[in-house]
């Protein structure tokens, strides 16, 4: 604690993260490396019961993207995105070069927090030949978001070629 004459007392964390004020993402950082396009390689609407959101959607259907991220025509990301909220199935080919949070939000979901799981995997030999990868050691994230109320908007399952861009993240403080 400080305290100051005139002023009252503030609360100093000892926590680094209570601090953060900005974070620059992944995204902005690749954008800042090189040319980073993306491809749609499929979208459709999936049964519910065939997804990994099975356990927290009660929604019959599930909207799925799978693209691929390519940074200077070099193929480094498959992207598999569950959307349980949105049916849009035929304007999802809209969504080639958007931002997946611009086109949540304008179709009225909005993300208010989300968590991130990252492990170590071994892809199979499509996934290999999708990112021209000769190993086949590559990093899988889990993203979840969700609303203000907590309900799941997004599922990702993202797969990186982190030989070819490593996972950043910069922090200001």
């Known amino acids: 604690m400080k305290k100051k004459s005139g002023i009252g007392t503030r609360v100093i964390s000892n926590n680094l993260f209570n601090k953060l004020s900005k974070a620059k993402s992944y ?5 800042e490396s090189g040319n980073l396009t993306k491809q749609i390689l499929t979208a459709n609407v999936l049964a519910t019961k065939d997804t990994p959101v099975k356990a927290e959607s009660t929604n019959k259907n599930i909207v799925y ?13 498959i992207v598999n995105h569950y959307l349980p909220n949105i049916d849009v199935a035929d304007e999802l080919q809209s969504l080639k070069n958007q931002s997946l949070y611009k086109f949540l939000r304008d179709n009225g979901q909005e993300i208010n927090s989300f968590s991130d799981e990252f492990s170590a995997v071994n892809i199979d030999e499509t996934d290999k030949k999708i990112l021209q990868k000769q190993d086949n050691l590559a990093l899988k994230r889990i993203r979840r978001g969700f609303d203000n109320k907590g309900k799941l908007i997004e599922y990702t399952e993202s797969i990186y070629d982190s030989n070819k861009m490593p996972y950043k993240i910069e922090y200001e403080i």
């Open 27 to 31: 995204s902005s950082i690749v954008n």
């Open 65 to 77: 993207i799978k693209r691929l991220y390519l940074l200077d025509n070099k193929p480094f990301i």
